[in-house]
T-cell receptor, first 114, second 112 residues
Framework: AAGVIQSPRHLIKEKRETATLKCYPI?????VYWYQQGPGQDPQFLIS???????DKGSIPDRFSAQQFSDYHSELNMSSLELGDSALYFC?????????????FGQGTRLTVV | GNSVTQMEGPVTLSEEAFLTINCTYT??????LFWYVQYPGEGLQLLLK?????DKGSNKGFEATYRKETTSFHLEKGSVQVSDSAVYFC???????????FGAGTTVTVRA
């Protein structure tokens, strides 16, 4: 069965650079969530999209932005990277319009800022 | 708001021991409850879930029962294996968009 695909799996950037993380949800899933997991931390909700519209926003820095495209894939854009942005970034998808609240997670993108 | 409190670790057990990880929650509205597992260097995998009071989620020998009266969703396994060594996260989601709120995670190490 198709799963949530995230790319790249690993990314190394320097301070003040920009990074773009991509997420391809499970086909026919209408909702995408982004989470950030720092070392030894629990995942923290960043932002979510439902049917290509932003539905909720969590502790996402102003330096970060995200969108969901017409094909339902989503991108998280991170600018002016800081050392503290080093983390595992997860994308998850679900099918809320079908009443399925279970979120399926991708393998994550490990971002290292040096 | 929503929050999840789970038993702090780390927890170290011998193979075939009984495992319990306590989890309690506060939520606005009626939450769905989940346990996720994260193996070293990997992503989050759903272990089990329960969507209404008194439901019991179960998978791979793990069980958890949704207790509305005590706002709890404790994870149990009767006989752990070395392969169960991982970090376990309790989580909940509610309307309107069912984003997940996670507990701090409990690291479990099972020794042969």
């Amino acid at each position: 069965a198709a799963g949530v695909i995230q790319s790249p799996r690993h990314l190394i950037k320097e301070k003040r650079e920009t990074a773009t993380l991509k997420c391809y949800p499970i086909p026919r899933h209408d909702t995408v969530y982004w989470y950030q997991q720092g070392p030894g931390q629990d995942p923290q909700f960043l932002i979510s999209f439902y049917e290509k519209m932003q539905s909720d926003k969590g502790s996402i820095p102003d330096r970060f932005s995200a969108q969901q495209f017409s094909d339902y894939h989503s991108e998280l854009n991170m600018s002016s990277l800081e050392l503290g942005d080093s983390a595992l970034y997860f994308c998850a998808s679900s099918s809320l319009s079908r009443g399925n609240t279970e979120a399926f997670f991708g393998q994550g993108t490990r971002l290292t800022v040096v | 708001g929503n929050s999840v409190t789970q038993m702090e670790g780390p927890v170290t057990l011998s193979e075939e021991a009984f495992l319990t990880i306590n989890c309690t929650y506060t939520a606005t509205g009626y939450p769905s409850l989940f346990w996720y597992v994260q193996y070293p260097g990997e992503g989050l995998q759903l272990l089990l879930k329960a969507t209404k009071a008194d439901d019991k989620g179960s998978n791979k020998g793990f069980e958890a029962t949704y207790r509305k009266e005590t706002t709890s969703f404790h994870l149990e396994k009767g006989s752990v294996q070395v392969s169960d060594s991982a970090v376990y996260f309790c989580a909940l989601s509610t309307l309107p968009d069912y984003k997940l709120s996670f507990g701090a995670g409990t690291t479990v190490t099972v020794r042969a």
